[in-house]
């Protein structure tokens, strides 16, 4: 299991970053991914400031943007960002409904990605 460190523990420059993720979400305390990350502060100021530049507002929908980071979490197998990216999406929006459809969405790709690799479905010229 790996270190957690709480907001005390943690170096002066993890304690800022850990300040800007509150203060962007509002919340009293971060969760423990970022709490992972504080024990190499680089990596964690590295994690945040990318993570809030790709997740920032932009050309795709809020939520979108959510279900295609839980999207990828899923066929990753990270149970953490599966869980997370779900509470981020329903709290954006997704509903009961889109979430059983981006379910739907991921198994079928999975299942069909597998068959074409499996069978080493040559690529379609047009879709060059």
């Not at 170096?11 to 970022?34: C, H, L, S, T, Y």
Request: net charge negative.
């Amino acid at each position: 299991m790996p270190r957690l460190l709480e907001y005390g523990e943690a170096a002066p420059e993890a304690q800022a970053v850990f300040d800007e993720i509150k203060a962007a979400r509002g919340i009293e305390d971060v969760n423990n991914f970022w709490k992972a990350l504080a024990v190499d502060p680089p990596l964690l100021r590295r994690t945040w400031d990318s993570l809030r530049a790709v997740m920032a507002p932009g050309a795709i929908d809020p939520v979108v943007k959510e279900m295609l980071y839980l999207a990828v979490s899923m066929t990753s197998g990270c149970a953490y960002c599966t869980a997370s990216h779900t509470a981020a999406a329903r709290a954006k929006g997704m509903t009961e409904a889109q979430y059983g459809e981006l379910l739907a969405v991921v198994g079928m790709a999975a299942e069909t990605n597998r068959l074409a690799e499996a069978l080493r479905v040559p690529v379609d010229p047009q879709f060059d």
